[in-house]
């Protein structure tokens, strides 16, 4: 790359969201058309590469709009898949998420969540039985197996 670049969610057919750098996974950033994805041509060129991840952002209702994302593993290539999260569940009344987690008996999953209120939150979430439910509500982010 010999220049910058701003990339906004309409110009690749992207929803609004939270990034993130591979290598600076705690740090995110708001995607939008007002805040577009900058890539520095001096960063990411023919002897680097850049990689970023784009988070779909869920609100709950509740008066202060506590908005919540699933960033993923942050040590993996693809930081959410089908294979590790099965399934993303949100009660009517939009107070709490559920999403489903499989993986190997006695596996340890280390991921991210952003949280509104709390910022990020690492997760190592041991899967006893090859399944976890990760459970995210107004005030907590917490993990069950």
Known sequence: MRCDY???PSMIGAQA???????EPS?????DEAHPLAISGKKCNDSSFCLWYLSPVWTFADPNNT?????GEFNKWTAVSR???TSLTTNPERTTTIVGLVGGTIEIVEFLV?????VIVRLNCSLS???GILQITL???????
């Open 6 to 8: 701003s990339i906004t």
């Open 27 to 31: 740090v995110v950033t708001t995607f």
């Open 114 to 118: 952003y949280h509104s209120k709390l």
């Open 83 to 85: 294979q590790r999260f």
């Open 139 to 145: 005030s907590t982010v917490t993990c069950f197996s």
């Open 17 to 23: 969201g939270l990034t993130w750098v591979y290598n």
């Open 67 to 71: 908005q919540y994302a699933l960033l």
């Open 129 to 131: 039985c090859a399944e």
